[in-house]
């Protein structure tokens, strides 16, 4: 029971980090790599600020991965609009790379280290089952924020804006959205969702190093491609999958389970022999560039 | 888009003796001045080889793979396996559970070298007849895909290779002169191969996935042509790098190499041998300055006291500069040519 509650925990983290990538793919077909960034740095404020009350030190590490998601845009992002994802791509990652080392130069090699929201490590029974409460706070943050996502996308103008830039960022524009503000407003959404992500991994693991969200980041990329790219349901959808299967297999393999990402990475290649699009998509669907 | 096609069509001299001499006269220059620099250039010619080896099927199909540090990890792998003296295979810590017929298995420098391309095009044929009927980003993941498992397998398996540890003691090249006659052919091949039909077909379906096909060109067929040449390359690349390196480990050919190597495809130009030619040498020479820099010595009488760690940030910053400057790379997709020398090509 426990291993089911830790995958679904695992599968809904990996689902939010999969969400704000997916989130920037959808408007401008970027694969943004230093997403892990994002993650990373929200951890780091977390560490530092630990001193302050939690909600507090939560809501700055928010403040300061959105503006620093804001900031890529403006830099960077902005002015490769349109030379194509593989480009964007590659510039992602040096801008990951960049700001690794930016990090290792703020705060040093070695992991910093604190204990964030030392209630959460704890463990109780029920009905006699053990579980920790970091997954369950884990899974009630996952479906808090996927609901207030769910309500973003479908019922705000916003989430109109985003599901039309997503579909078709042409036309979008040309009824109006304002591409550099949506643009900008996803980016945003997209660091606080890291800073969500950042929180539950450095509740698990309080070592934060500046690699700190690069694994995590690189997985949620695999789950929205098998996903499927082209909606938000299915990044996420693809996400939890991924931590989800990892997890379980974490349990299951045993002494084998340092295979675990070869059966995972098996498990992709598959998927998306049988659906390129991703699971979530219609059949025969090309991207048309 | 009414961009001029970008690649070679036919057979030009001045195209294919650009690199080729490039590469000639820097390589032993540079390397003649010190022995660090004479070890850099080495390294740089394995880089040289990956990259190329990118430009075949990633410049030429418009697919982005990831996996193809997964064929030079193999390629590097039974290279170094195959050399590496039977004594240290049976005595080193790391390889104590290392399979027994490996033990014994031993070739010489240059077929070893030769199995390393054999088995990286081997893995690339197998793997691109599932993989090459897919596009754009599925594509790139599942590439990805592939790199993460052959990793994985390696960096846990210690039946096969020496698991998250080095295998020691491979023989090293001479000097210089091996890698680069190795680079040198590597770079006539790739342009052969540019220059043919199959790969101008190839091209015709990065420009546009449903017109070629429409024209009689099977998509799959000259995609998985150029994966399995550029596999044998990569598996090239790596063969030489376990013999410059004089070790093999498996993160040598994990993210770093992968996105440095494709980093240096982008810069340059991935549209053109000479691009990927380029961009390793400015990715390289950035690289190498800064090291001097980093390490405290002048270079033209300019001195800068750089902090460690600064070197990877400024190669990273630049990166994304270039990218920002031109994002076709620096050749923008463009053959080596002399400008105002003979025949200058209209429009």
Redesign the interface.
């Known amino acids: 029971m426990q291993a089911i509650l830790d995958a679904i925990s695992l599968g809904g983290t990996y689902a939010l980090a999969a969400l704000g990538l997916g989130l920037v793919f959808g408007v401008m077909r970027l694969v943004n790599f230093a997403h892990a960034e994002l993650i990373t740095i929200s951890a780091y404020v977390m560490v530092v600020t630990n001193d302050l009350p939690l909600l507090i030190s939560f809501l700055l590490a928010s403040l300061v991965a959105a503006l620093l998601a804001i900031l890529t845009e403006l830099a960077i992002y902005r002015r490769l609009r349109g030379t194509g994802p593989a480009i964007m791509l590659i510039a992602s990652f040096g801008l990951s790379v960049g700001l690794q080392k930016s990090y290792e130069l703020i705060f040093g090699a070695l992991p910093r280290s604190a204990a964030v929201a030392p209630w959460m490590t704890g463990s109780f029974e029920f009905a006699g089952l053990n579980f920790t409460i970091s997954s369950l706070v884990t899974v009630a943050i996952t479906i808090a924020i996927l609901l207030a996502m769910g309500y973003l996308v479908e019922r705000t103008t916003l989430g109109l804006q985003l599901r039309a830039a997503a579909t078709d960022f042409k036309t979008a524009r040309l009824l109006g959205v304002r591409s550099n503000r949506l643009i900008g407003s996803a980016f945003a959404i997209s660091g606080i969702l890291a800073s969500a992500v950042g929180f539950i991994l450095v509740v698990e693991n309080p070592q934060v190093d500046p690699m700190f969200g690069l694994n995590i980041t690189i997985l949620a990329l695999v789950g929205i491609v098998i996903g499927g790219i082209s909606s938000l349901r299915g990044a996420a959808l693809g996400g939890f999958i991924v931590g989800f299967i990892l997890s379980i297999l974490n349990t299951f393999l045993g002494n084998a389970r340092v295979y675990a990402y070869s059966y995972l990475f098996l498990a992709v290649v598959i998927i998306l022999l049988v659906r390129p699009g991703g699971i979530l998509s219609k059949r025969n669907e090309m991207e048309r560039v | 888009m009414s961009k001029k096609l970008a690649g070679l069509t036919k057979f030009n001299t001045r195209e294919l003796f650009g690199p080729l001499l490039t590469v000639l006269i820097l390589s032993i220059g540079v390397g003649a001045i010190s022995a660090s620099l004479q070890l850099a250039v080495q390294f740089a010619l394995c880089n040289l080889v990956m990259v190329i080896a990118l430009q075949v099927f ?1 410049g030429n199909s ?1 697919v ?1 793979s990831f996996g193809h540090g997964a064929f030079a990890m193999v390629g590097a792998w039974i290279s170094g396996m195959s050399t590496a003296s039977e004594r240290v295979k049976g005595n080193a810590l790391a390889l104590q559970e290392l399979w027994q017929p490996l033990v014994g298995f031993n070739l010489n420098l240059y077929l070893s070298i030769l199995a390393g391309m054999v088995l990286g095009a081997l893995i690339a044929a197998i793997t691109g007849a ?2 090459m ?6 594509a ?3 590439t ?3 790199l ?2 052959f990793y ?2 390696f ?2 398996n210690i039946t096969f290779g020496p698991g998250s540890q080095a295998l020691p003691a491979v023989p090293k090249f001479s000097g210089v002169y091996e890698p680069l006659v190795l680079s040198l052919i590597a770079i006539v091949v790739v342009y052969l191969f540019n220059i043919s039909a199959t790969a101008r077909n190839l091209r015709a379906s990065r420009e546009d ?2 017109a070629a096909p429409a024209l009689g060109v099977s998509i799959q067929r000259v995609r998985w042509i150029a994966f399995t040449i550029s596999g044998a390359l990569a598996g090239l690349s790596g063969a030489m790098y376990v013999h410059v390196a004089g070790t093999w480990q498996v993160q040598d050919y994990y993210l770093v190499f992968t ?1 440095l190597t ?2 240096m495809l ?1 810069i340059g130009g ?1 549209a053109s041998l000479w691009g990927a030619v380029v961009g390793t040498l400015v990715v390289t020479a950035v690289g190498q300055i800064l090291l001097l820099w980093e390490q405290g010595k002048s270079i033209v009488g300019i001195k800068l006291d750089l ?1 460690n ?2 070197r ?2 400024i ?3 630049s ?2 500069a270039m ?2 400057w031109r ?1 076709a790379g620096v050749t923008n997709g463009k053959e080596f040519s002399i400008p105002f020398l003979g025949k200058r090509k209209s429009g």
Not at chain 2, 133 to 138: D, S
């Open positions: 990633v418009g982005l599932f993989l009927r897919l596009n754009g980003l599925a790139g993941i599942a990805f895909a592939l993460g498992l994985n397998f960096f846990n996935l449903l996105f494709l980093a982008v991935s902090p760690g600064a990877s940030l190669i990273a910053g990166l994304v990218l920002l994002f």
